[in-house]
């Protein structure tokens, strides 16, 4: 089944050093069904979601995608506020598409990227893009979504201004496009390297292109945005010979040197510049196929080679486009569930997302460009970049943790290899491609690191990451660090967002706990045991939530608990907020007046109405994200559904678990209810749909839900399986009458890593009406 979007080696390459493994085939059991048919990259595409619909292989490197405008960051100097729709690169609605591009992020909030943009034309050659209401006065092309096919690991558009069949798919370092030609004596390739995803004038430090023969070009751009320093070599391979190229560089030069004895534009086998753009033009005949490889490296161009010739030492198209999806089916095996074909849409998509990001951050041979911007070899471990950790450990790394040990640990030695190369010693806060963006609040590295040794990852040194933590926990130059070890909490007068910087660092040193604990370092278990209870510090016992104080110790005022902006937090109100001590739910629950209190807290959150004046000014909080006052659409609030349970209620937990999973989670374009954020929106519904969610992860513990699948086998390591059976499923039985774990009941609505990571069954027993009392 094939998802249609809604409205609906020649002579001049080197001979080749490296062969193309071929992705084994899957077993007969496997072959049972085909998990990519449930996938459509198009959910989340319009609006919030902020995902790509193009085509990628799990945790690849190039993630080939179209880009449908060329909104800028800036105008005038001023944030444009319009080109965050534009987080990567498309948008559902857009009419046009200005080409493809081989970088993107996944369901980010803020961006970067978009690099190397190709785009195939036909006629008087253009290399300005143009604008989407007159597409004419530029290279970019009118679309319908008719002809728009999206499915892993491959996509296909027709170009209508040009009768071109745009096709794209990858592996790990090489995009691979097919374009069907019309017949035309004025065909173009125009590779665009000022092209990018919240570009800026000056954003293309420099770039720069070497024509090697008739089909070899090779190249490198450097670029200065979220990333600040961002290198990226690409070599490109034609399947035809090139009959002419040219380019222009749109830059206004004082000084031009000796290089201005040549033409540069025509037919110049080294071009150069910050505003460049190039074209390689041919002859073509109706239905004729031009094939392009495209392979990235953040080392080197000869490193690009080594990655295309590895990966793609031929130019069988429906070849790459078949690995790709075979590899996809292996990673969404993973997980098979029994569940209507509508659900299983949902959940594969859903899983399918978690598996985008981080992506592989190295060459073939096992180099890389660290934060240091050195080049290093990863001995040992696969190096991974774009580390979403604010959001990303939550939910998405304890999957990982479950279901993809191998990568984890990989991942764990990425971060241990990037505090090692940064000069502030400090683990990844929001890094890609070679450098630390330092977006967000916290040092969530640390729970990730936690979460993975608590849970039995071993592949990695607990002491040095022990050490690694303590350093982050610890720069006094990082989020106030230094006010935050002073007093005990991030003072407001030093930072608008000092709340929330000091729950999320109570938690962190929690996590920091955990790991000296588990490792028989009491000194550092109690130190960071202390500073875990630094959100006491900011409870305001005469309000009842937490607030912000003052470096004098005065609270701010006046103070409301409804407002997400300048009231102590970050993308999120107090209201919510005041819920985010996942570590020490029961101590919340008694500084909050008990159980019954603390219910109605809950109860009101959910069913109270919050005016749009309150979130105007935060872009990552809309209407569409929200249930009452809580946030399904932005991180913070992800475990607030499962308080219920602490406070004994824990039918309600279900309640609200099925209201988020139907409502905030839809099959159509503008499904998702929030930006996914490198997964994490994805994978807190694949945990709820499974029955169970890490409130606290590194805690070893799962809270339980309700599921929404008939039943679901987990592939765990050692080749165990873990199999989660529901009896009495039915889409009104939500309520959750027993569970038991290989045959042993569960009084507490609290599952065990230990005893889930070993296998065997988990069986939840479902009824119509809410158990009140102790499970059965």
């Known amino acids: 089944m094939i998802y249609k979007t809604m409205s609906m080696c020649n002579k001049t390459i080197i001979t080749l050093l490296c062969a193309v493994s071929v992705f084994g085939s899957l077993s007969a059991q496997q072959k049972t069904e085909d998990l990519t048919q449930y996938v459509n990259p198009m959910i989340g595409t319009q609006e919030m979601g902020h995902v790509f619909p193009g085509s990628t292989v799990p945790f690849g490197m190039v993630q080939l995608s179209p880009d449908t405008d060329t909104i800028p960051y800036a105008v005038d100097g001023k944030y444009t506020g319009t080109v965050y729709r534009y987080c990567a690169g498309y948008q559902y609605n857009d009419p046009t598409i200005v080409g493809f591009s081989h970088t993107h992020f996944s369901g980010t909030g803020h961006s970067d990227l978009g690099d190397f943009l190709i785009m195939p034309t036909t006629g008087k050659l253009q290399l300005n893009p143009g604008t989407s209401d007159k597409p004419e006065n530029g290279y970019r092309s009118r679309f319908s979504h008719e002809t728009e096919t999206a499915t892993p690991g491959y996509y296909r558009v027709t170009l209508d201004d040009y009768n071109i069949d745009a096709e794209l798919t990858?592996?790990?370092?090489?995009?691979?496009?097919?374009?069907?030609?019309?017949?035309?004596?004025?065909?173009?390739?125009?590779?665009?390297?000022?092209?990018?995803?919240?570009?800026?004038?000056?954003?293309?430090?420099?770039?720069?292109?070497?024509?090697?023969n008739d089909t070899l070009v090779t190249g490198y751009r450097i670029t200065s945005g979220w990333a600040r320093t961002n290198y990226l070599y690409f070599a490109m391979v034609f399947s035809k010979p090139i009959e002419n190229y040219g380019s222009r560089n749109e830059e206004e030069l004082v000084y031009r040197g000796f290089w201005r004895k040549f033409d540069q534009e025509n037919n110049f086998p080294e071009m150069g510049g910050r505003k460049l753009k190039t074209h390689f033009d041919f002859k073509t005949e109706a239905g004729e196929k031009i094939k392009i490889k495209f392979a990235l490296s953040a080392v080197s161009t000869e490193g690009a080679l080594k990655n295309l010739y590895a990966e793609v030492p031929h130019f069988d198209f429906d070849r790459v486009k078949n690995e790709a999806k075979e590899k996809w089916q292996k990673e969404l095996e993973r997980i098979r569930i029994k569940a209507t074909p509508e659900k299983k849409e949902t959940f594969y998509t859903s899983l399918y997302h978690t598996f985008i990001n981080p992506v592989e951050y190295m060459d073939v041979d096992s180099l890389y460009r660290g934060i240091d911007h050195q080049i290093h070899k990863a001995e040992g471990f696969v190096n991974y970049s774009v580390f979403s950790l604010w959001d990303t450990y939550r939910a998405l790394h304890p999957l990982l943790t479950i279901i993809q040990p191998e990568r984890t640990s990989d991942m764990v030695n990425s971060m241990l290899a990037h505090h090692d190369?940064?000069?502030?010693?400090?683990?990844?806060?929001?890094?890609?491609?070679?450098?630390?963006?330092?977006?967000?609040?916290?040092?969530?590295?640390?729970?990730?690191?936690?979460?993975?040794?608590?849970?039995?990852?071993?592949?990695?040194?607990?002491?040095?990451?022990?050490?690694?933590?303590?350093?982050?926990?610890?720069?006094?130059?990082?989020?106030?660090?230094?006010?935050?070890?002073?007093?005990?909490?991030?003072?407001?007068?030093?930072?608008?967002?000092?709340?929330?910087?000091?729950?999320?660092?109570?938690?962190?040193?929690?996590?920091?706990?955990?790991?000296?604990?588990?490792?028989?370092?009491?000194?550092?278990?109690?130190?960071?045991?202390?500073?875990?209870?630094?959100?006491?510090?900011?409870?305001?016992?005469?309000?009842?939530?937490?607030?912000?104080?003052?470096?004098?110790?005065?609270?701010?005022?006046?103070?409301?608990?409804?407002?997400?902006?300048?009231?102590?937090?970050?993308?999120?109100?107090?209201?919510?907020?005041?819920?985010?001590?996942?570590?020490?739910?029961?101590?919340?629950?008694?500084?909050?007046?008990?159980?019954?209190?603390?219910?109605?807290?809950?109860?009101?959150?959910?069913?109270?109405?919050?005016?749009?004046?309150?979130?105007?000014?935060?872009?990552?909080?809309?209407?569409?994200?929200?249930?009452?006052?809580?946030?399904?659409?932005?991180?913070?609030?992800?475990?607030?559904?499962?308080?219920?349970?602490?406070?004994?209620?824990?039918?309600?937990?279900?309640?609200r678990i099925h209201q988020i999973k139907n409502s905030m989670y839809l099959n159509k374009p503008d499904g998702l209810c929030g930006n996914d954020d490198c997964g994490q929106?994805?994978?807190?519904?694949?945990?709820?749909?499974?029955?169970?969610?890490?409130?606290a992860p590194a805690s070893g513990q799962y809270a339980i839900g309700s599921p929404s699948v008939k039943e679901a086998t987990l592939q765990l390591p050692n080749n165990k399986e873990l199999v989660v059976k529901v009896e009495n499923y039915d889409e009104k039985n939500i309520y959750v009458q027993h569970v038991e774990i290989n045959g042993k009941p569960v009084r507490d609505y609290t599952l065990l890593h230990r005893d889930l990571i070993k296998g065997g069954e988990l069986l939840f027993k479902m009824g119509r009406k809410p158990m009140k009392k102790r499970f059965k």
């Open 170 to 212: 990858t592996t790990e370092h090489v995009g691979f496009h097919q374009y069907t030609f019309p017949e035309s004596e004025d065909a173009h390739i125009v590779l665009d390297l000022t092209h990018g995803i919240y570009n800026y004038d000056g954003k293309v430090l420099w770039s720069q292109v070497w024509v090697h």
């Open 681 to 695: 929106m994805s994978a807190w519904y694949v945990f709820s749909s499974l029955g169970f969610y890490p409130v």
């Open 421 to 655: 190369q940064s000069v502030h010693k400090s683990l990844p806060v929001w890094s890609h491609f070679g450098n630390e963006n330092w977006c967000m609040i916290g040092y969530h590295a640390v729970p990730v690191i936690a979460d993975a040794w608590v849970n039995g990852i071993r592949g990695f040194d607990p002491q040095r990451a022990l050490e690694a933590s303590v350093s982050s926990a610890t720069y006094p130059n990082y989020g106030n660090l230094d006010d935050y070890m002073k007093l005990g909490y991030v003072p407001f007068d030093k930072s608008v967002y000092g709340s929330s910087m000091t729950l999320e660092y109570a938690y962190d040193d929690w996590a920091i706990a955990q790991l000296a604990e588990s490792i028989g370092n009491k000194e550092v278990a109690a130190k960071f045991n202390e500073r875990a209870h630094n959100w006491k510090n900011l409870f305001n016992n005469n309000t009842g939530f937490v607030g912000a104080k003052n470096s004098d110790g005065s609270w701010k005022a006046p103070f409301d608990p409804l407002h997400t902006a300048n009231e102590g937090f970050i993308e999120g109100n107090s209201w919510n907020y005041s819920l985010y001590v996942p570590h020490d739910v029961p101590a919340l629950i008694q500084r909050m007046g008990g159980n019954e209190r603390f219910s109605q807290y809950l109860d009101t959150l959910f069913t109270m109405y919050l005016p749009d004046k309150y979130f105007a000014e935060t872009e990552d909080v809309t209407r569409e994200g929200l249930i009452g006052c809580y946030v399904h659409g932005n991180e913070p609030s992800h475990h607030v559904p499962y308080l219920y349970n602490w406070a004994g209620k824990p039918w309600k937990t279900q309640e």
